[in-house]
């Protein structure tokens, strides 16, 4: 398996344009996460789907932050408009639903809003 | 209001001697606890997990003790190794929902 793949690897985009981060979770996991890591908070929960239904958002920062699951395999965050401040590394994670089971997270995607 | 904790955010440490990384939370309804490595771009990697019914768990040269009732978490890796230079992160489970620390960035010099 290819494990967890998070498109782009790196984004620098202009404050005001929208951007969307996608991750494809590894196949037959049915929780996924999105965190989001900085120097100030860490690595954040910013929301988790279970059965790409979403479970808790309460991690999302604000409205300008929404994410969807349309199926199994597919997974996006996104951002508009975008601010200086979301700069930041955005990890996906996936896992089996359930407990006592450790997430595997992706590479990230490096955003910078200039 | 951070539930877990890793109040060292570096830790320097020879090659051969041991590592003690160490991680506090606060939540009760924690009931299993990780430690994810971190190399520069790349995501976290899982590395050992504990449940909240056990104190003590090994793999190899890496340990996690668990005191419940000072709700704190350790990991020691001994002996260090120059590639267990990384941040590492504990974070606690609650259902299905992982909370990290902020991680400790270890140097193992040779």
């Known amino acids: 398996d290819a494990g967890v793949i998070q498109s782009p690897r790196h984004e620098v985009t202009e404050m005001g344009q929208e951007v969307t981060l996608r991750c494809k979770p590894i196949s037959g996991h049915n929780s996924l996460f999105w965190y989001r890591q900085t120097m100030m908070r860490g690595l954040e929960l910013l929301i988790y789907f279970n059965n790409n239904v979403p479970i808790d958002d309460s991690g999302m920062p604000e409205d300008r932050f929404s994410a969807k699951m349309p199926n199994a395999s597919f997974s996006t965050l996104k951002i508009q408009p975008s601010e200086p401040r979301d700069s930041a590394v955005y990890f996906c994670?996936?896992?089996?639903?359930?407990?006592?089971?450790?997430?595997?997270f992706g590479q990230g995607t490096r955003l910078t809003v200039v | 209001d951070q539930q877990v904790k890793q109040n060292s955010p570096s830790l320097s440490v020879q090659e051969g001697r041991i590592s003690i990384l160490n991680c506090d939370y606060t939540n009760s309804m924690f009931d299993y606890f990780l430690w994810y490595k971190k190399y520069p771009a790349e995501g976290p990697t899982f590395l050992i997990s504990i449940s909240s019914i056990k104190d003590k768990n090994e793999d190899g040269r890496f340990t996690v003790f668990l005191n419940k009732s000072a709700k704190h978490l350790s990991l020691h890796i001994v002996p260090s190794q120059p590639g267990d230079s990384a941040v590492y992160f504990c974070?606690?489970?609650?259902?299905?929902?992982?909370?990290f620390g902020g991680g400790t960035r270890v140097l193992v010099k040779p």
């Open positions: 974070a606690a489970q609650a259902g299905n929902k992982l909370t």
């Open positions: 994670a996936s896992s089996h639903t359930g407990m006592h089971t450790e997430a595997f």
